[in-house]
């Protein structure tokens, strides 16, 4: 009894879910879920001007464009944009770099994402984001 129960609720389920589907217009495509969705594809979070930068934040910018030096062996290592808050990128597109937090005994949360750009050089690319809070947020940095 317990088996024809079970088999008439999933066939039930089924019908539910196609009547869903046609309701709605069909069953996405397998090209439509490999879409990129529009969050991956544009940069939509805020924006910050070079001078509203702190001090840190200018002094990293001013590094990243000039080729270094910098204080960090971990700064220019490659940034993975695993959460996808920033457009997506093949892997080595973006690089990070630390701005330091004064009074702060590790690299802090701060940091400079830059873009490699069309030239492939994160010095001149112009494409710069700066996190306050470890990668939860970013703000394209305005020149």
């Given at each position: 009894m317990a088996a024809l129960f079970a088999r008439a609720l999933k066939s039930a389920s089924a019908a539910l879910l196609t009547a869903t589907l046609l309701l709605a217009g069909g069953a996405p495509s397998l090209a439509d879920a490999r879409a990129p969705r529009p969050a991956e594809t544009s940069f939509l979070g805020d924006t910050i001007a070079v001078a509203?930068?702190?001090?840190?934040?200018r002094r990293t910018l001013a590094a990243i464009q000039a080729g270094g030096p910098f204080p960090y062996a971990k700064d220019g290592a490659v940034f993975g944009n695993f959460e996808k808050r920033l457009?997506?990128?093949?892997?080595?597109?973006?690089?990070?770099?630390?701005?330091?937090t004064p009074g702060a005994r590790n690299r802090g949360a701060r940091r400079i994402i830059a873009g490699e750009g069309p030239r492939r050089d994160?010095?001149?690319?112009?494409?710069?984001?700066?996190?306050?809070d470890?990668?939860?947020s970013f703000r394209l940095i305005r020149h």
């Open positions: 509203e930068l702190p001090p840190e934040g457009p997506r990128q093949p892997r080595g597109y973006y690089r990070e770099y630390t701005v330091d994160v010095r001149t690319s112009g494409e710069y984001y700066y996190s306050d470890h990668y939860r």
